[in-house]
């Protein structure tokens, strides 16, 4: 076990020495296994709270992500033997991190799509007998018709699965897909600014096998996570690593404001970076397929598409708008407060931010903000941005990564 595995007391002096001694670029790593199950814009590596949890937190702890997207921290909290509670306004967001967090055993999820099974009951189905997408014709637009059709088959055999253990993960593993199988094979930034494939550009790609590889390279990713669990002693029943989690879809203010004071160990987050991604946006396929009586992202269909949109926090495609950066400024300083107030004494916000280089700098604005909600600056560092992620960053070269201690 290495020493960032020993249980700590949330001693100041031992958590800055920890802090101080890290290369926190991580240069040599990349997110693998189940943090790349579903791309995301503008996530952060799972060795950032892999590191951090085990220094400011101790097992059982309570660990928040109010800005959960993909759940890293959330896998990470979990599989190192904490408490998670994760918040996102995005659907998307919020059904990759219910899939990343149910983990059900490899055997469990390939019984329910066995290859040879899912390829003799998509020969034998009549997916336009029980009628066809209501998006169609615009979903056309991005996919072979024949992949259209295994899509739409699979979708409907998804949720027809009750058990919402196998189901959720199965939704989330259809979603990641879509941008593959579909026509548009330029980068994700095309199918963001809504750029569909020219006609002439259309081309089948298989549904069914991606689905199922990727399927796999998930229950794989479960089975070694629940092994490094076991090998770290913490050992669960089914029902109580489900009980240790919880996923909501709302505002991460208004959560932090109504959790109980002082409840928190631990707030570990990266808030949306002012005018860098829009994450609404560049889920645009999953939410195309997303419609009544076919399957909601948590609760939301293709018809929210645009509501949800100008509801996010600091996006991009506000960015020119002339109130759009005092509007972030203020509701990261309630965020701040709310952290405040929702930490218990001696517990820790870790935040990860950013600077675009196009934009107005906010790392000034947002440590005044943090100074005026009491919380005491311990650690803080800048880390460098692989260049492999940063053509979704708008420019944005370095990260900043602080510790407060309340």
């Known amino acids: 076990m290495s020493m960032l595995d020993q249980p700590k007391e949330n001693n100041l002096r031992s958590s800055r020495e920890l802090l101080q001694s ?64 994760g918040v996102d306004t995005n659907p998307v ?22 290859r040879e ?47 919402e253990s196998i189901r959720v993960p199965a939704q989330a593993v259809f979603s990641s897909i879509l941008k593959n199988v579909s026509s548009q094979t330029k980068h994700w930034g095309w199918v963001c600014d809504n750029v569909a494939p020219k006609p002439e550009d259309i081309q089948y790609r298989d549904a069914l096998d991606a689905f199922r590889r990727t399927l796999e390279d998930y229950a794989d990713s479960t089975s070694r996570i629940l ?45 949306p970076y002012y005018g860098v991604a829009d994450y609404i946006k560049s889920q645009r396929l999953s939410f195309l397929w997303s419609a009544d009586d076919c399957f909601t992202l948590d609760g939301y269909t293709s018809r929210n598409f645009e509501a949800l949109r100008h ?19 203020s509701y990261m300083e309630k965020f701040f407060m709310a952290a405040r107030k929702a930490l218990r004494a001696g517990g820790f916000l870790a935040i ?32 460098d941005i692989k260049f492999t992620r940063r053509r979704m960053r708008a420019k944005v070269r370095l990260e900043r990564l602080s510790v407060y201690a309340r």
């Open 227 to 271: 092994q490094d669990m076991v090998n770290r002693g913490v050992v669960v029943s089914r029902s109580e690593l489900l009980r240790r989690w919880g996923i909501a879809r709302v505002d991460a203010v208004e959560y932090l404001a109504e959790l109980p004071a002082g409840s928190v160990d631990l707030i570990l987050t990266s808030p």
């Open 93 to 114: 967001a919020t059904l990759i991190a219910r899939a990343k967090l149910f983990l059900p055993s490899r055997e469990e999820m390939l019984k329910a799509f066995d």
């Open 22 to 85: 890290i290369d926190w670029n991580f240069a040599n790593l990349n997110n693998a296994g189940i943090h790349s199950l579903h791309w995301y814009p503008a996530t952060f590596v799972s060795a950032i709270p892999g590191t951090l949890i085990p220094i400011l937190s101790a097992p059982g702890d309570l660990v928040v992500d109010p800005f959960c997207g993909t759940c890293t921290t959330g896998v990470e909290a979990i599989r190192l033997g904490r408490r998670f509670l």
């Open 352 to 383: 990860v931010l950013g600077d675009s280089d196009a934009r107005e700098r906010t790392s000034e604005t947002l440590g005044v903000a943090v100074k005026r909600s009491g919380l005491e600056e311990i650690f803080s560092i800048e880390r």
């Open 117 to 163: 099974k899912l390829a003799s009951l998509f020969l034998s189905a009549s997916t336009s007998a029980r009628g066809p997408h209501p998006n169609e014709a615009e979903l056309l637009k991005w996919y072979h018709p024949n992949t259209y059709r295994e899509l739409l088959f699979l979708l409907k055999l998804i949720n027809a699965i009750h058990e």
């Open 311 to 329: 509801g996010e926090v600091g996006s991009r495609s506000y960015r020119h708008r002339h109130n759009s950066f005092s509007e972030y400024s």
